[in-house]
Nanobody, 118 residues
Framework: QVQLVESGGGLVEAGGSLRLSCAAS??????MGWFRQAPGKEREFVAS????????NYADSVKGRFTISRDNAKRTVYLQMNSLKPEDTSVYSC?????????????WGQGTQVTVSS
């Protein structure tokens, strides 16, 4: 059974930091990503990492502030979020791709709330 379990969300003041974790189990994946969705808005891409090789992509809105990384042994992907802004407030979800042939993500976690107060 495939599972993606996020943790690390919470409430933080503007300018603060949080680290999200996503523990993957049940099968191997080609890539992992973080997405977020604020109330009344569409889900948006945040960052992604290729499991083998580590190629990374970021949304322009988080470049220089967020860092995605992975721990192969723990099968866990992290999202270090620094210099947080109120507009970063969202439900953050991790997702996994079974193959690099398709761009779509096949599996999704349940999401974790991040709230940044001004």
């Amino acid at each position: 059974q495939v599972q993606l379990v996020e943790s690390g969300g919470g409430l933080v003041e503007a300018g603060g930091s949080l680290r999200l974790s996503c523990a993957a189990s049940g099968r191997t994946f080609s890539a992992m990503g973080w997405f977020r969705q604020a109330p009344g808005k569409e889900r948006e891409f945040v960052a992604s990492i290729i499991w083998s090789g580590g190629r990374i992509n970021y949304a322009d809105s988080v470049k220089g502030r967020f860092t995605i990384s992975r721990d192969n042994a723990k099968r866990t992907v992290y999202l270090q979020m620094n210099s947080l802004k109120p507009e970063d407030t969202s439900v953050y979800s991790c997702a996994a791709r079974s193959t690099l042939i398709r761009a779509s993500y096949d599996y999704w976690g349940q999401g974790t709330q991040v709230t940044v107060s001004s």
